[in-house]
């Protein structure tokens, strides 16, 4: 089954602790990203990739790092957690061609807790 | 820059009536546009697409919509609304032409369908 999985699907956690949240698809997908989701405020896009080794910020790419090392995973770091950072946060993934980007497919979310 | 307006925050309606759900946006290249439909603790899933051709698109549970450039709307439209089709409906713009895959979301509108 073509999906986007993240990992955890809840986590609560303090203040200053690392940590990091998983995203795998399994559809080859050239181009993957971070979004959060506030009440209010839609979602907003926190950091994305157009293919392996290739990042670009977002619209709110503060306190949050990225990588790609292999074309299905994009893991997000919060290497210093603050309470302004709890939010649901969202992977998409997405076929692509050049730097043509089409409908993105959303994994089902992690919510986050920062105290 | 490109915003997204979703003009009704949340929509009551009953069962078995028309809705439609409005989204403008803003920008001054072509664009892709988007509906999603996010179910209570679940991610967003695609209701359609407008990528290119004719401007009326259907979409999957009945849902359709269509794109009118002079007035930069892509409004979402059921005939027959149904209980299960409470759930948030997200309006999404991209760039159409050498577009990075960045996503613009709306705020979201909350369509609540009473028996």
């Known amino acids: 089954e073509a999906q986007v999985t993240q990992n955890p699907r809840y986590l609560i956690t303090v203040t200053g602790k690392k940590l990091t949240v998983t995203c795998s698809q399994n559809m080859n997908h050239e181009y993957m990203s971070w979004y959060r989701q506030d009440p209010g405020l839609g979602l907003r896009q926190i950091y994305y990739?157009?293919?392996?080794?290739?990042?670009d910020k977002g619209d709110v790419p503060e306190g949050y790092k990225v990588s790609r090392k292999e074309k299905r995973n994009f893991p997000l770091i919060l290497e210093s957690p603050s309470p302004n950072q709890t939010s649901l946060y969202f992977c998409?993934?997405?076929?692509?061609?050049?730097?043509?980007?089409?409908?993105?497919?959303f994994g089902p979310g992690t919510r986050l807790t920062v105290t | 820059a490109q915003s997204v307006t979703q003009l009704d925050s949340q929509v009551p309606v009953f069962e078995e009536a028309p809705v439609e759900l409005r989204c403008n946006y803003s920008?001054?290249?072509?664009?892709?546009l988007f509906w999603y439909v996010q179910y209570p603790n679940q991610g967003l899933q695609l209701l359609l697409k407008y990528l290119s051709g004719s401007t009326l698109v259907k979409g999957i549970n009945g849902f359709e919509a269509e794109f009118n450039k002079s007035q930069t709307s892509f409004h979402l439209r059921k005939p027959s609304v149904h209980i299960s089709d409470t759930a948030e409906y997200f309006c999404?713009?991209?760039?159409?032409?050498?577009?990075?895959?960045?996503?613009?979301f709306g705020q979201g509108t909350t369509l609540q369908v009473k028996p």
């Open positions: 990739s157009m293919n392996v080794e290739v990042t």
């Open positions: 920008s001054s290249v072509s664009v892709y």
């Open positions: 999404a713009v991209s760039h159409g032409s050498g577009n990075t895959g960045k996503l613009i």
């Open positions: 998409a993934s997405s076929g692509a061609s050049g730097r043509m980007v089409y409908e993105q497919y």
